[in-house]
């Protein structure tokens, strides 16, 4: 169990800035992902705390207990790596013992340690066996395992599901949130899929270049991105980011002129209350709020360029007013179209965010 | 075996009896001398050599111990010390080179020094100028020293020789390795030495056994430093095969192929033992992964 507190930590490779500042704070027991694209310092974060890379700069601290001098055998932590770095001459048995016999545990102990904890991930049947002969989700369960044995205070899972196939890695989701709600040991966890930081994570960090840009629920990371970054990483397929201009209506309301429509603005009324008319913003609109209206209704008329069918919903690229828009319909109605059809669309929900162009900051 | 029948029966019988062919003719002139070591002094030196005769092992009985030309009882060779000092010194010299390299090796694969590239480098070059260049110096230093005709003299010397390649060797075999192997095992609570002892170490034990026999059999047919830096007492067989020509008993094919054959034996038997780790070792990193 531990508070795990990271601030203001810095660390370079020769000119390359792999962590610009990190400050976060990961409460006692809880599930925190680090999310972000490849090359944003989730690794580099994740080593750094383990004490396998020394800091440039910044504190990192858990229950209040600075952890800069701490080796890394005494910070009482384990990590399962990309790699899952499985001790490949050893087998399942030797290599779930193996930070045991480290902690020089009587044998009777390590035995019924392991053995309960093969039990745990139904690794049983592998004990004699060597990593090369496991299968992948064989391989994933008994790092995992060479992890929790411990009991360690913190747990570090760097990536642990990117190797795997992605009916696995859907199976392996639910089975860290099953061994969280068994162990309840603080996780800190970090992915670049955005369903996987989503769908596990009880608080996400969006990560990229080096910074943390967001910190917040799932839920909200997708509804309230801070901004366009943040904003097209989360959601699949992902956010339509279309050029506008504020301006004045001419009831004196704000509107935002899009190539293909006028936006009602009296929605974000206070956010753009600050800004001066002509602004140059880009609206964020979820594809999911896209809508095919019948041809008359009021739509803004478009093409369909492509239709990719993924089984229960079909993504229609669309080509309106020669802006490309994504959208999502369901399959039985993706399947009355073919690309060069033209459909009306029309803009539903209330998802749709607005940021500043250049900045790319949310404005409201 | 299962397996190499299996991938003869897949390169089909003609190319199997190609290479057998060819395999032949690289392996003749060691059939000729294993033949050679059975003649009588007669038939070994017949023309056109005789491939059927009568086989005798009156030559083996000779290295060891011989009469003379002229008759009188037969004398004590010593070549059975000869054997023993050439795998007593191939061995100790192999075994000194692979911990010094192995460790100075896993060294260089992990913690780099400055200028890393160019100590290996410098280490190579060692073995970029033909020995015979450095004879002179290593003669009159092993002189002063004293290590003229001991067996740690040419222990060391050979180790020497090996090092380079060992380290060399060695040091991709640990660059094979994924470090995050490592971080597992510093996680896990182990020191540095328990790392390279525990995980590092039996990961290439392939590398180690290659490794072995390159360098086993380089010092094992090692002749100039041989003949020059060991004594009557630490003598090698390739020295003492060599001056068994000439003398009172004039050239004895017969014998000196019996000791050839002889010479080849232990050799055999470590590549031999040794060719699964071998196997794996020359493909290392091709298959993983």
New interface residues.
């Given amino acids: 169990m531990a508070q795990l507190r990271l601030s203001g930590l810095t660390k370079s490779y020769g000119s390359v800035h792999a962590l610009r500042g990190i400050d976060l704070e990961v409460e006692d027991g809880e599930f925190f992902v680090l999310f972000g694209p490849s090359a944003a310092g989730k690794t580099t974060t994740l ?1 750094v705390i ?1 004490g ?1 890379e020394k800091p440039d700069g910044g504190t990192l601290t858990v229950d209040g207990h600075d952890l800069s001098g701490v080796p ?2 005494r910070r009482d ?3 399962v ?3 899952f ?5 050893l087998t399942t048995f030797q290599n779930l013992a ?2 045991l016999r ?2 020089k545990l009587r044998r009777a102990e390590i035995d019924s340690r392991v053995r309960e904890t093969a039990e745990l991930l139904r690794i049983t049947h592998t004990l004699d066996r060597r990593p090369a002969s496991l299968s992948g989700g064989e391989q994933q369960r008994l790092a995992i395992g ?1 992890a929790i044995i ?1 009991r360690p205070r913190l747990f570090l899972f760097d990536e642990p599901l990117t190797n795997l196939d992605a009916k696995l890695r859907h199976d392996m989701r639910a089975e860290f949130k099953r061994l969280h709600r068994e162990i309840g040991t603080t996780t800190l966890y970090a992915t670049p899929d955005q369903l996987e930081a989503l769908s596990i994570g009880e608080r996400v960090a969006v990560i990229q270049h080096g910074r943390i840009t967001q910190v917040d629920t799932p839920d909200r990371l997708y509804a309230r991105p801070v901004d366009r970054h943040v904003a097209s990483l989360i959601g699949d397929p992902p956010i339509n980011l279309v050029r506008g201009t504020l301006k004045p209506s001419s009831a004196g309301a704000p509107a935002i002129e899009l190539p293909f429509m006028e936006l009602d603005g009296d929605r974000w009324r206070e956010g753009l209350q600050a800004l001066e008319s002509g602004t140059e913003l880009l609206v964020g609109i979820r594809p999911h709020d896209l809508a095919l209206v019948d041809d008359g209704a009021g739509g803004v008329p478009a093409t369909i360029e492509i239709t990719e069918p993924q089984g229960d919903i079909t993504i229609l690229d669309l080509k309106a007013a020669g802006v490309p828009l994504r959208m999502v319909v369901a399959e039985a109605t993706g399947a009355r179209y073919t690309a060069g059809d033209s459909v009306h669309i029309s803009l539903a929900g209330a998802d749709t965010r607005l940021f500043l162009s250049d900045s790319g900051t949310m404005v409201a | 075996m299962a397996r190499k029948r299996r991938e003869i029966g897949k390169a089909g019988w003609r190319r199997t009896a190609f290479s057998t062919v060819i395999s032949f003719i690289y392996f003749f002139p060691v059939l000729w001398i294993i033949l050679t070591a059975f003649k009588s002094h007669t038939d070994a030196l017949s023309t056109p050599p005789k491939f059927i005769f009568t086989p005798t092992l009156e030559n083996f009985a000779n290295v060891f111990a011989r009469a003379y030309e002229r008759g009188g009882a037969a004398v004590d060779t010593h070549f059975d010390l000869f054997f023993f000092n050439s795998i007593f010194i191939a061995g100790a010299s192999v075994g000194v080179a692979l911990i010094i390299g192995t460790i100075a090796a896993y060294g260089f694969s992990r913690w780099p020094l400055k200028g890393n590239e160019t100590y290996l480098f410098i280490i190579l070059t060692t073995r970029m100028l033909p020995p015979i260049i450095v004879i002179i110096p290593i003669f009159i230093m092993f002189r002063l020293s004293g290590l003229s005709g001991s067996y740690i003299g040419i222990i060391l010397l050979y180790a020497a020789f090996n090092l380079p390649f060992t380290i060399w060797m060695m040091k991709s075999f640990f660059d094979e390795i994924p470090r995050e192997v490592e971080d597992a095992a510093r996680m896990d609570g182990s020191s540095e030495m328990k790392i390279f002892f525990r995980i590092c170490l039996p990961q290439v034990k392939a590398g180690i056994a290659a490794t072995a026999v390159f360098g086993l059999i380089l010092t094992w047919n090692e002749f100039l430093f041989a003949l020059l830096l060991t004594g009557r007492d630490t003598r090698t067989v390739p020295v003492a095969m060599a001056q068994t020509i000439g003398g009172d008993i004039g050239v004895r094919w017969g014998l000196l192929a019996a000791i050839e054959t002889l010479f080849l034996i232990p050799v055999v038997i470590v590549t031999f033992l040794l060719q699964n780790q071998l196997l794996r070792g020359v493909t290392f990193g091709t298959i993983r992964r």
Avoid at chain 1, 85 to 89: D, E, G, I, K, Q
């Fill in positions: 080593r383990a396998l890394v055998k932590m384990a990590m790596f990309q790699s770095a499985l001790y490949p001459h193996y930070p480290e902690m060479r411990r």
